[in-house]
Protein backbone atom coordinates (compact mmCIF):
# COMPACT_ATOMS: atom_id res chain seq x y z
CA UNK A 1 0.00 0.00 0.00
CA UNK A 2 1.76 3.01 -1.76
CA UNK A 3 1.32 6.50 1.22
CA UNK A 4 0.26 9.64 1.01
CA UNK A 5 2.02 12.25 -0.81
CA UNK A 6 1.99 14.47 2.22
CA UNK A 7 3.44 11.81 4.35
CA UNK A 8 6.34 12.86 6.33
CA UNK A 9 8.26 10.16 8.04
CA UNK A 10 8.93 10.23 11.94
CA UNK A 11 12.77 11.13 12.91
CA UNK A 12 14.47 7.93 13.89
CA UNK A 13 14.59 7.24 17.67
CA UNK A 14 18.20 7.94 19.04
CA UNK A 15 19.83 3.95 20.13
CA UNK A 16 19.51 3.35 23.64
CA UNK A 17 23.39 3.64 23.94
CA UNK A 18 22.59 7.00 23.24
CA UNK A 19 21.10 7.87 26.35
CA UNK A 20 23.18 9.33 28.97
CA UNK A 21 21.79 8.67 32.95
CA UNK A 22 22.70 11.09 35.76
CA UNK A 23 24.75 9.80 38.51
CA UNK A 24 22.89 9.60 41.92
CA UNK A 25 26.24 10.52 43.89
CA UNK A 26 26.67 9.75 47.13
CA UNK A 27 23.08 11.60 48.28
CA UNK A 28 21.24 10.26 45.95
CA UNK A 29 21.96 6.66 46.50
CA UNK A 30 21.29 7.63 50.53
CA UNK A 31 18.13 9.23 49.30
CA UNK A 32 16.97 5.89 47.22
CA UNK A 33 17.62 3.55 49.63
CA UNK A 34 16.11 5.81 53.00
CA UNK A 35 12.93 6.12 50.17
CA UNK A 36 13.04 2.07 49.91
CA UNK A 37 13.48 1.57 53.77
CA UNK A 38 10.53 3.92 54.87
CA UNK A 39 8.23 2.87 52.14
CA UNK A 40 4.89 0.48 53.53
CA UNK A 41 5.82 -2.16 51.37
CA UNK A 42 9.25 -2.34 52.93
CA UNK A 43 7.24 -2.14 56.76
CA UNK A 44 5.17 -4.60 56.17
CA UNK A 45 8.07 -6.99 54.59
CA UNK A 46 9.83 -6.17 57.97
CA UNK A 47 6.88 -6.71 60.13
CA UNK A 48 5.98 -10.39 58.65
CA UNK A 49 10.18 -11.19 58.78
CA UNK A 50 10.14 -10.34 62.37
CA UNK A 51 7.01 -12.85 63.04
CA UNK A 52 8.99 -15.33 60.95
CA UNK A 53 12.55 -14.57 62.79
CA UNK A 54 10.00 -14.74 66.37
CA UNK A 55 9.26 -18.49 65.34
CA UNK A 56 12.27 -20.31 66.77
CA UNK A 57 12.11 -18.66 70.37
CA UNK A 58 8.72 -21.06 70.49
CA UNK A 59 10.80 -23.86 69.05
CA UNK A 60 14.08 -23.84 71.47
CA UNK A 61 13.91 -23.43 74.79
CA UNK A 62 15.33 -20.04 75.64
CA UNK A 63 17.78 -18.91 78.18
CA UNK A 64 15.31 -15.88 79.36
CA UNK A 65 12.28 -18.27 80.64
CA UNK A 66 14.11 -21.64 80.44
CA UNK A 67 17.50 -22.37 81.88
CA UNK A 68 16.47 -25.38 82.56
CA UNK A 69 15.08 -26.19 79.15
CA UNK A 70 18.62 -25.46 77.74
CA UNK A 71 20.65 -27.37 79.72
CA UNK A 72 18.19 -30.35 79.62
CA UNK A 73 18.69 -29.46 75.29
CA UNK A 74 22.62 -29.89 75.64
CA UNK A 75 22.01 -32.97 77.12
CA UNK A 76 19.49 -34.29 74.58
CA UNK A 77 21.49 -32.89 71.37
CA UNK A 78 25.13 -32.78 72.57
CA UNK A 79 26.41 -32.09 68.52
CA UNK A 80 23.65 -29.58 67.24
CA UNK A 81 23.37 -27.36 70.42
CA UNK A 82 26.47 -25.83 70.39
CA UNK A 83 26.13 -25.09 66.80
CA UNK A 84 22.29 -23.81 67.67
CA UNK A 85 23.59 -22.18 70.17
CA UNK A 86 26.15 -20.36 68.34
CA UNK A 87 23.12 -19.01 65.84
CA UNK A 88 21.80 -17.26 69.33
CA UNK A 89 18.56 -19.59 68.99
CA UNK A 90 18.80 -20.32 72.33
CA UNK A 91 18.74 -15.98 72.68
CA UNK A 92 16.49 -15.66 70.36
CA UNK A 93 14.95 -12.21 71.38
CA UNK A 94 18.16 -10.70 72.27
CA UNK A 95 20.19 -12.03 69.35
CA UNK A 96 21.89 -9.46 66.91
CA UNK A 97 19.54 -10.72 63.64
CA UNK A 98 16.09 -10.20 66.11
CA UNK A 99 17.46 -6.82 67.03
CA UNK A 100 18.47 -5.70 63.26
CA UNK A 101 15.11 -6.62 61.84
CA UNK A 102 13.71 -4.88 65.11
CA UNK A 103 15.99 -1.99 64.52
CA UNK A 104 14.94 -1.82 60.94
CA UNK A 105 11.26 -2.12 60.69
CA UNK A 106 11.10 0.47 64.03
CA UNK A 107 13.08 3.19 61.70
CA UNK A 108 11.15 1.71 58.39
CA UNK A 109 7.78 3.03 60.70
CA UNK A 110 8.75 5.96 61.67
CA UNK A 111 10.09 6.98 58.39
CA UNK A 112 6.67 6.26 57.49
CA UNK A 113 4.68 7.50 59.50
CA UNK A 114 6.09 11.52 59.69
CA UNK A 115 5.70 12.32 55.95
CA UNK A 116 1.81 10.99 56.73
CA UNK A 117 0.78 12.56 59.31
CA UNK A 118 2.56 16.05 58.00
CA UNK A 119 0.36 15.48 54.59
CA UNK A 120 -3.08 14.56 56.80
CA UNK A 121 -2.96 17.47 59.28
CA UNK A 122 -2.62 19.49 55.77
CA UNK A 123 -5.59 17.69 54.40
CA UNK A 124 -7.47 18.10 57.98
CA UNK A 125 -6.76 21.81 57.63
CA UNK A 126 -7.80 22.61 54.04
CA UNK A 127 -11.44 22.95 53.05
CA UNK A 128 -13.13 20.06 51.12
CA UNK A 129 -12.65 20.91 47.16
CA UNK A 130 -14.57 22.81 45.14
CA UNK A 131 -18.23 20.76 43.39
CA UNK A 132 -17.80 19.64 40.14
CA UNK A 133 -19.27 20.54 37.21
CA UNK A 134 -21.06 17.74 36.32
CA UNK A 135 -22.34 15.06 39.27
CA UNK A 136 -24.52 13.20 37.15
CA UNK A 137 -21.20 11.45 36.27
CA UNK A 138 -20.40 10.08 40.08
CA UNK A 139 -20.77 7.25 41.15
CA UNK A 140 -23.98 7.83 43.47
CA UNK A 141 -26.40 10.85 42.27
CA UNK A 142 -30.37 11.08 42.24
CA UNK A 143 -31.67 14.48 41.49
CA UNK A 144 -35.15 16.27 40.89
CA UNK A 145 -36.65 19.46 40.13
CA UNK A 146 -39.05 21.82 42.33
CA UNK A 147 -41.99 23.58 40.45
CA UNK A 148 -42.86 27.52 41.38
CA UNK A 149 -46.03 26.49 43.21
CA UNK A 150 -44.00 23.45 45.44
CA UNK A 151 -42.84 25.29 47.84
CA UNK A 152 -43.64 28.72 49.52
CA UNK A 153 -42.25 32.32 47.71
CA UNK A 154 -39.35 32.15 50.52
CA UNK A 155 -37.27 29.27 49.20
CA UNK A 156 -34.58 30.64 47.06
CA UNK A 157 -31.36 28.83 45.61
CA UNK A 158 -28.72 30.22 48.37
CA UNK A 159 -31.95 29.35 51.37
CA UNK A 160 -31.97 25.72 49.85
CA UNK A 161 -28.20 25.28 50.14
CA UNK A 162 -27.82 26.79 53.42
CA UNK A 163 -30.34 24.55 55.06
CA UNK A 164 -28.33 21.29 52.91
CA UNK A 165 -25.18 22.41 54.85
CA UNK A 166 -27.37 22.30 58.21
CA UNK A 167 -28.58 18.73 57.62
CA UNK A 168 -24.76 17.67 56.44
CA UNK A 169 -23.13 19.03 59.47
CA UNK A 170 -25.41 17.01 61.36
CA UNK A 171 -24.51 13.84 59.68
CA UNK A 172 -20.58 14.35 60.57
CA UNK A 173 -19.90 16.35 57.35
CA UNK A 174 -17.58 18.95 57.11
CA UNK A 175 -19.11 22.10 54.65
CA UNK A 176 -18.30 24.64 51.96
CA UNK A 177 -20.43 26.84 50.34
CA UNK A 178 -20.04 28.02 46.45
CA UNK A 179 -21.83 30.01 44.10
CA UNK A 180 -21.63 30.52 40.80
CA UNK A 181 -22.90 30.31 37.37
CA UNK A 182 -23.77 27.25 35.29
CA UNK A 183 -24.98 26.42 31.89
CA UNK A 184 -28.44 26.15 33.01
CA UNK A 185 -28.44 28.68 35.36
CA UNK A 186 -26.97 30.30 38.74
CA UNK A 187 -25.99 27.77 40.94
CA UNK A 188 -25.21 27.38 44.63
CA UNK A 189 -23.81 24.30 46.09
CA UNK A 190 -22.27 22.43 48.98
CA UNK A 191 -19.11 20.71 48.90
CA UNK A 192 -18.60 18.12 51.98
CA UNK A 193 -16.60 15.39 53.63
CA UNK A 194 -16.44 13.26 56.06
CA UNK A 195 -13.88 9.75 56.87
CA UNK A 196 -10.60 11.45 58.11
CA UNK A 197 -11.17 9.53 61.11
CA UNK A 198 -9.95 6.36 59.20
CA UNK A 199 -6.38 7.99 58.34
CA UNK A 200 -6.71 9.12 61.73
CA UNK A 201 -7.18 5.31 63.22
CA UNK A 202 -4.53 4.17 60.38
CA UNK A 203 -2.27 6.47 61.76
CA UNK A 204 -2.80 5.81 65.33
CA UNK A 205 -2.20 1.86 64.70
CA UNK A 206 1.35 2.95 63.04
CA UNK A 207 2.61 5.08 65.54
CA UNK A 208 0.91 2.58 68.05
CA UNK A 209 3.30 -0.24 66.62
CA UNK A 210 6.16 2.25 67.09
CA UNK A 211 4.88 3.07 70.70
CA UNK A 212 4.98 -1.07 71.08
CA UNK A 213 8.36 -1.62 69.70
CA UNK A 214 9.71 1.51 71.94
CA UNK A 215 8.12 0.47 75.26
CA UNK A 216 9.36 -3.38 74.70
CA UNK A 217 12.76 -1.64 73.72
CA UNK A 218 12.67 0.12 76.85
CA UNK A 219 11.70 -2.49 78.76
CA UNK A 220 13.97 -4.86 77.70
CA UNK A 221 16.83 -2.20 78.75
CA UNK A 222 15.96 -1.54 81.97
CA UNK A 223 14.08 -4.80 83.03
CA UNK A 224 15.57 -8.04 84.07
CA UNK A 225 14.46 -11.77 84.55
CA UNK A 226 15.35 -14.01 87.03
CA UNK A 227 14.69 -17.54 87.56
CA UNK A 228 14.61 -19.72 91.45
CA UNK A 229 14.05 -23.46 92.10
CA UNK A 230 12.31 -23.47 95.51
CA UNK A 231 12.04 -26.73 97.06
CA UNK A 232 8.82 -26.69 99.62
CA UNK A 233 9.73 -25.08 103.09
CA UNK A 234 12.68 -23.01 101.21
CA UNK A 235 13.37 -19.54 100.69
CA UNK A 236 14.83 -16.62 98.17
CA UNK A 237 15.84 -13.11 98.59
CA UNK A 238 15.03 -10.63 95.81
CA UNK A 239 19.07 -10.67 95.15
CA UNK A 240 20.76 -11.30 92.17
CA UNK A 241 23.55 -13.47 93.92
CA UNK A 242 19.92 -15.82 95.29
CA UNK A 243 18.91 -16.35 91.52
CA UNK A 244 19.48 -19.85 89.99
CA UNK A 245 20.19 -17.60 86.85
CA UNK A 246 19.78 -14.05 86.01
CA UNK A 247 19.64 -12.04 82.64
CA UNK A 248 19.31 -7.81 83.44
CA UNK A 249 19.11 -5.47 80.69
CA UNK A 250 21.38 -3.31 79.35
CA UNK A 251 20.80 0.08 81.92
CA UNK A 252 19.94 -2.31 84.65
CA UNK A 253 21.62 -1.37 88.08
CA UNK A 254 21.11 -3.95 91.22
CA UNK A 255 20.03 -0.92 93.10
CA UNK A 256 16.48 -1.71 90.76
CA UNK A 257 16.39 -4.81 93.24
CA UNK A 258 13.45 -4.11 96.05
CA UNK A 259 14.07 -5.68 98.92
CA UNK A 260 11.91 -8.49 99.42
CA UNK A 261 11.79 -12.13 100.58
CA UNK A 262 10.16 -15.29 99.46
CA UNK A 263 9.13 -18.38 101.15
CA UNK A 264 7.47 -21.71 99.83
CA UNK A 265 5.11 -23.24 102.10
CA UNK A 266 3.39 -25.60 100.28
CA UNK A 267 2.97 -26.64 96.45
CA UNK A 268 -0.47 -29.17 95.93
CA UNK A 269 -1.50 -30.39 92.31
CA UNK A 270 -4.45 -31.85 90.80
CA UNK A 271 -5.17 -34.32 88.78
CA UNK A 272 -7.48 -35.62 86.83
CA UNK A 273 -9.24 -39.02 87.96
CA UNK A 274 -12.82 -39.58 86.88
CA UNK A 275 -11.81 -39.46 83.10
CA UNK A 276 -10.47 -42.37 81.69
CA UNK A 277 -9.44 -40.49 78.38
CA UNK A 278 -7.41 -37.96 80.31
CA UNK A 279 -5.96 -39.95 83.33
CA UNK A 280 -3.45 -37.94 85.58
CA UNK A 281 -3.57 -34.93 83.11
CA UNK A 282 -2.65 -31.92 85.66
CA UNK A 283 -5.75 -29.88 86.29
CA UNK A 284 -4.81 -26.93 88.53
CA UNK A 285 -0.97 -25.79 90.38
CA UNK A 286 -1.07 -23.82 93.19
CA UNK A 287 1.63 -22.46 94.97
CA UNK A 288 1.46 -21.09 98.67
CA UNK A 289 3.92 -19.07 99.57
CA UNK A 290 4.38 -16.05 102.43
CA UNK A 291 6.31 -12.77 101.69
CA UNK A 292 8.30 -10.95 103.44
CA UNK A 293 8.88 -7.07 103.07
CA UNK A 294 12.07 -4.78 103.75
CA UNK A 295 10.10 -4.56 107.68
CA UNK A 296 9.89 -8.39 107.78
CA UNK A 297 6.02 -8.02 107.36
CA UNK A 298 4.81 -11.23 106.19
CA UNK A 299 1.28 -11.72 104.18
CA UNK A 300 0.86 -14.78 102.71
CA UNK A 301 0.12 -15.09 98.83
CA UNK A 302 -0.67 -17.99 96.54
CA UNK A 303 0.58 -18.15 92.94
CA UNK A 304 -1.30 -20.17 90.14
CA UNK A 305 0.03 -20.59 86.39
CA UNK A 306 -1.14 -17.57 84.45
CA UNK A 307 -2.26 -15.63 87.68
CA UNK A 308 1.44 -14.46 88.53
CA UNK A 309 2.29 -12.52 92.44
CA UNK A 310 2.96 -8.83 92.39
CA UNK A 311 5.72 -8.60 94.45
CA UNK A 312 8.10 -5.68 94.69
CA UNK A 313 7.74 -4.51 91.36
CA UNK A 314 7.89 -8.26 89.89
CA UNK A 315 5.49 -10.11 88.29
CA UNK A 316 6.54 -13.73 89.64
CA UNK A 317 5.17 -16.70 87.46
CA UNK A 318 4.96 -20.69 88.35
CA UNK A 319 7.35 -21.43 85.39
CA UNK A 320 7.47 -25.18 86.49
CA UNK A 321 7.48 -27.77 88.68
CA UNK A 322 8.78 -31.51 89.42
CA UNK A 323 9.83 -34.22 92.24
CA UNK A 324 12.99 -33.07 94.99
CA UNK A 325 13.96 -36.44 96.18
CA UNK A 326 15.82 -35.61 99.42
CA UNK A 327 19.38 -38.64 99.33
CA UNK A 328 21.38 -38.57 102.73
CA UNK A 329 25.36 -40.01 101.94
CA UNK A 330 27.09 -40.93 104.85
CA UNK A 331 30.35 -42.09 104.51
CA UNK A 332 31.37 -45.42 106.47
CA UNK A 333 31.52 -43.98 110.50
CA UNK A 334 28.14 -43.41 109.63
CA UNK A 335 28.70 -39.59 109.54
CA UNK A 336 26.77 -36.92 106.92
CA UNK A 337 28.60 -36.23 103.88
CA UNK A 338 25.75 -35.21 101.94
CA UNK A 339 22.33 -34.49 103.01
CA UNK A 340 19.79 -32.20 100.82
CA UNK A 341 16.77 -32.20 98.66
CA UNK A 342 17.55 -32.76 94.44
CA UNK A 343 15.03 -31.27 92.02
CA UNK A 344 14.62 -33.90 89.24
CA UNK A 345 13.57 -33.18 85.75
CA UNK A 346 10.38 -34.53 83.96
CA UNK A 347 11.03 -36.88 81.06
CA UNK A 348 7.52 -37.42 80.27
CA UNK A 349 4.20 -36.95 81.39
CA UNK A 350 3.91 -39.17 83.95
CA UNK A 351 7.12 -37.53 85.26
CA UNK A 352 9.62 -39.92 85.31
CA UNK A 353 12.46 -37.81 86.26
CA UNK A 354 15.96 -37.18 86.10
CA UNK A 355 18.33 -35.94 88.34
CA UNK A 356 22.34 -35.86 89.45
CA UNK A 357 23.55 -36.30 92.66
CA UNK A 358 27.39 -35.30 92.85
CA UNK A 359 29.51 -35.74 96.62
CA UNK A 360 32.90 -34.48 96.41
CA UNK A 361 33.60 -33.50 99.54
CA UNK A 362 33.65 -36.45 102.55
CA UNK A 363 34.26 -39.92 101.37
CA UNK A 364 37.48 -42.25 99.97
CA UNK A 365 36.38 -41.20 96.93
CA UNK A 366 34.36 -38.74 95.04
CA UNK A 367 31.03 -40.07 93.93
CA UNK A 368 28.44 -39.19 91.42
CA UNK A 369 24.85 -40.45 90.91
CA UNK A 370 23.01 -40.72 87.99
CA UNK A 371 19.22 -41.24 89.15
CA UNK A 372 15.79 -42.07 87.68
CA UNK A 373 12.99 -41.06 90.11
CA UNK A 374 9.31 -43.09 89.48
CA UNK A 375 6.25 -41.43 91.19
CA UNK A 376 4.67 -44.61 90.44
CA UNK A 377 6.95 -47.04 89.62
CA UNK A 378 5.80 -50.05 87.53
CA UNK A 379 7.96 -52.99 86.01
CA UNK A 380 7.26 -54.52 82.44
CA UNK A 381 8.25 -57.87 81.75
CA UNK A 382 11.98 -57.37 80.96
CA UNK A 383 12.76 -55.89 84.06
CA UNK A 384 12.63 -52.01 82.95
CA UNK A 385 11.28 -49.78 85.56
CA UNK A 386 8.65 -46.98 84.45
CA UNK A 387 6.02 -44.57 86.14
CA UNK A 388 2.53 -45.35 84.94
CA UNK A 389 1.18 -42.31 86.83
CA UNK A 390 1.98 -38.61 87.94
CA UNK A 391 1.21 -38.47 91.47
CA UNK A 392 3.01 -40.50 94.59
CA UNK A 393 1.44 -43.84 94.57
CA UNK A 394 4.52 -46.18 94.46
CA UNK A 395 7.63 -44.14 94.72
CA UNK A 396 11.13 -45.67 93.75
CA UNK A 397 14.72 -43.90 93.15
CA UNK A 398 17.16 -46.03 91.04
CA UNK A 399 20.80 -45.08 91.41
CA UNK A 400 23.43 -45.69 88.98
CA UNK A 401 26.39 -44.63 91.05
CA UNK A 402 30.26 -43.75 89.95
CA UNK A 403 33.50 -43.14 91.34
CA UNK A 404 36.13 -40.97 90.62
CA UNK A 405 36.92 -37.72 89.02
CA UNK A 406 33.76 -35.25 89.09
CA UNK A 407 35.73 -32.67 86.95
CA UNK A 408 35.32 -30.13 89.46
CA UNK A 409 38.69 -29.49 91.07
CA UNK A 410 39.70 -27.11 88.36
CA UNK A 411 36.84 -24.43 89.03
CA UNK A 412 35.45 -25.29 85.94
CA UNK A 413 31.54 -24.52 85.76
CA UNK A 414 29.52 -27.78 85.29
CA UNK A 415 26.01 -28.23 84.99
CA UNK A 416 24.18 -29.67 87.80
CA UNK A 417 21.77 -31.37 85.26
CA UNK A 418 25.04 -33.12 83.89
CA UNK A 419 27.22 -36.08 84.84
CA UNK A 420 30.72 -36.04 83.49
CA UNK A 421 31.88 -40.10 83.44
CA UNK A 422 34.89 -39.95 81.34
CA UNK A 423 37.12 -40.07 84.48
CA UNK A 424 34.93 -42.30 86.51
CA UNK A 425 34.08 -45.56 87.42
CA UNK A 426 30.88 -47.60 87.58
CA UNK A 427 30.06 -48.91 91.14
CA UNK A 428 26.12 -49.73 90.35
CA UNK A 429 24.50 -50.06 87.03
CA UNK A 430 25.57 -50.96 83.59
CA UNK A 431 29.19 -50.82 82.74
CA UNK A 432 29.83 -52.57 86.00
CA UNK A 433 32.51 -55.29 85.87
CA UNK A 434 30.74 -57.58 88.32
CA UNK A 435 27.38 -56.97 86.93
CA UNK A 436 26.18 -54.73 89.75
CA UNK A 437 22.49 -54.10 89.08
CA UNK A 438 21.48 -50.07 89.83
CA UNK A 439 20.31 -49.32 93.49
CA UNK A 440 16.44 -48.89 93.77
CA UNK A 441 15.64 -47.18 97.03
CA UNK A 442 11.56 -46.46 98.17
CA UNK A 443 10.86 -43.39 100.61
CA UNK A 444 12.58 -44.42 104.19
CA UNK A 445 15.13 -46.96 102.48
CA UNK A 446 19.20 -47.19 102.70
CA UNK A 447 21.17 -49.00 100.72
CA UNK A 448 25.25 -49.50 100.62
CA UNK A 449 27.38 -47.77 98.66
CA UNK A 450 29.16 -50.87 96.41
CA UNK A 451 33.43 -50.76 97.47
CA UNK A 452 32.65 -49.77 101.13
CA UNK A 453 32.43 -46.27 100.67
CA UNK A 454 29.04 -45.77 103.09
CA UNK A 455 25.88 -45.52 102.75
CA UNK A 456 22.38 -44.11 100.68
CA UNK A 457 19.57 -42.93 102.39
CA UNK A 458 16.48 -42.00 100.22
CA UNK A 459 14.56 -40.19 103.14
CA UNK A 460 11.09 -40.45 103.72
CA UNK A 461 9.88 -36.23 104.32
CA UNK A 462 6.07 -37.01 105.41
CA UNK A 463 5.27 -35.94 109.23
CA UNK A 464 6.44 -37.94 111.86
CA UNK A 465 2.86 -39.24 112.45
CA UNK A 466 2.24 -40.12 108.92
CA UNK A 467 5.41 -42.25 107.74
CA UNK A 468 3.31 -44.77 105.86
CA UNK A 469 1.19 -42.56 103.60
CA UNK A 470 3.57 -42.63 100.41
CA UNK A 471 1.82 -39.49 99.09
CA UNK A 472 3.45 -37.13 101.53
CA UNK A 473 7.06 -39.09 101.73
CA UNK A 474 8.73 -36.36 98.57
CA UNK A 475 8.78 -33.41 98.41
CA UNK A 476 8.34 -31.60 95.18
CA UNK A 477 10.01 -28.40 94.04
CA UNK A 478 8.96 -24.97 91.59
CA UNK A 479 10.44 -23.22 89.43
CA UNK A 480 9.25 -19.47 89.52
CA UNK A 481 10.57 -16.78 86.79
CA UNK A 482 10.92 -13.40 88.09
CA UNK A 483 9.97 -10.95 85.95
CA UNK A 484 10.95 -6.87 86.13
CA UNK A 485 9.12 -4.61 82.77
CA UNK A 486 8.25 -1.21 83.92
CA UNK A 487 6.88 -0.55 80.86
CA UNK A 488 3.53 -3.35 80.56
CA UNK A 489 1.61 -0.56 81.13
CA UNK A 490 2.72 1.32 78.18
CA UNK A 491 2.61 -1.46 75.93
CA UNK A 492 -1.08 -2.50 77.16
CA UNK A 493 -1.73 1.31 76.32
CA UNK A 494 -0.26 1.05 72.69
CA UNK A 495 -1.96 -2.43 72.19
CA UNK A 496 -5.09 -0.86 72.80
CA UNK A 497 -4.37 1.59 70.63
CA UNK A 498 -3.50 -0.45 67.78
CA UNK A 499 -7.10 -2.19 67.90
CA UNK A 500 -8.77 0.87 68.26
CA UNK A 501 -6.88 2.63 65.03
CA UNK A 502 -7.18 -0.75 63.92
CA UNK A 503 -11.11 -1.15 63.85
CA UNK A 504 -11.50 2.59 62.95
CA UNK A 505 -9.52 2.46 59.81
CA UNK A 506 -11.82 -0.86 58.88
CA UNK A 507 -15.17 0.34 59.37
CA UNK A 508 -15.35 4.65 58.89
CA UNK A 509 -15.54 4.84 55.73
CA UNK A 510 -14.11 7.73 53.47
CA UNK A 511 -16.74 10.00 51.25
CA UNK A 512 -17.50 13.06 49.39
CA UNK A 513 -21.16 14.40 48.96
CA UNK A 514 -21.96 17.70 47.27
CA UNK A 515 -25.92 19.35 46.89
CA UNK A 516 -26.27 21.36 44.09
CA UNK A 517 -29.34 23.73 43.82
CA UNK A 518 -29.30 25.13 39.85
CA UNK A 519 -31.99 28.06 38.69
CA UNK A 520 -33.53 27.24 36.00
CA UNK A 521 -35.77 29.59 33.91
CA UNK A 522 -39.65 30.16 35.29
CA UNK A 523 -39.02 30.01 38.80
CA UNK A 524 -38.14 26.34 38.78
CA UNK A 525 -35.36 24.79 40.49
CA UNK A 526 -32.98 21.63 40.22
CA UNK A 527 -31.43 20.32 43.30
CA UNK A 528 -28.84 17.37 42.45
CA UNK A 529 -26.91 15.02 44.92
CA UNK A 530 -24.16 12.99 44.35
CA UNK A 531 -21.44 11.05 46.47
CA UNK A 532 -17.91 9.96 45.46
CA UNK A 533 -16.23 7.23 48.29
CA UNK A 534 -12.28 6.54 48.25
CA UNK A 535 -12.34 2.88 47.81
CA UNK A 536 -15.22 0.53 48.01
CA UNK A 537 -18.26 2.01 49.46
CA UNK A 538 -20.95 0.02 49.25
CA UNK A 539 -23.22 2.11 51.30
CA UNK A 540 -22.54 5.50 49.47
CA UNK A 541 -25.55 5.40 47.58
CA UNK A 542 -27.47 4.77 50.72
CA UNK A 543 -26.37 7.71 51.90
CA UNK A 544 -26.55 10.26 49.42
CA UNK A 545 -30.47 9.03 49.80
CA UNK A 546 -30.72 9.65 52.80
CA UNK A 547 -29.17 13.28 52.77
CA UNK A 548 -31.73 13.80 50.10
CA UNK A 549 -34.49 12.60 52.29
CA UNK A 550 -33.95 14.48 55.04
CA UNK A 551 -32.89 17.48 52.87
CA UNK A 552 -36.43 17.42 51.32
CA UNK A 553 -38.09 17.25 54.64
CA UNK A 554 -36.51 19.88 55.80
CA UNK A 555 -37.44 22.11 53.03
CA UNK A 556 -41.12 21.41 53.46
CA UNK A 557 -41.32 19.68 49.51
CA UNK A 558 -44.38 17.98 48.54
CA UNK A 559 -41.86 15.84 46.03
CA UNK A 560 -39.67 13.08 47.19
CA UNK A 561 -36.38 12.86 45.20
Known amino acids: MSRPSDHIDSPTPAPRDGITQPKLGPIGYVRFFWRQLTSMRTALFLLLLLAIAAVPGSVFPQRSSDPNGVTQYFSNNPSAAPVLDKLQLFDVYTSAWFSAIYLLLFISLIGCVIPRTIHHAKALASPPPKTPARLERLGAFSAFE ?60 HISLIGILLAVGVGGGVGYTGQKVLVVGQAFANVRLTFDSFTRGRFFSDSDLQPYRLRLDKFAVKYEEKNDNAL ?25 VNDPLRLGGNDIYLLGNGYAPWVTVKNP ?33 QLGMRAFFYPTAAESSDGVLGSVYPDLRNPVLSLVVFKGDLGINKGVPKSVFVLDTDKMTPLAGPGTADGTSALRLKPGETAQIPG ?110
Open 146 to 205: IEPDATGPSLTAASAVDSGRAVLRKAGYRVKLFDGRGPDGPEFSASAERGYLRETGNLVF
Open 333 to 365: AGKVVYSEPVPFLAQDANLTSLGIIKVPDGLAS
Open 280 to 304: GQPIDYTADVTTFDSTGKATKAVVK
Open 452 to 561: GLGSITFENKAPASDKADLSKSVQRFVSFDVHRDPTQGWVLFFAICVLAGLLTSLFIPRRRLWIKVIELSGGRMRIEYAGLARGEDPTLEAAVTAIAQRHSQQLGLRLDP
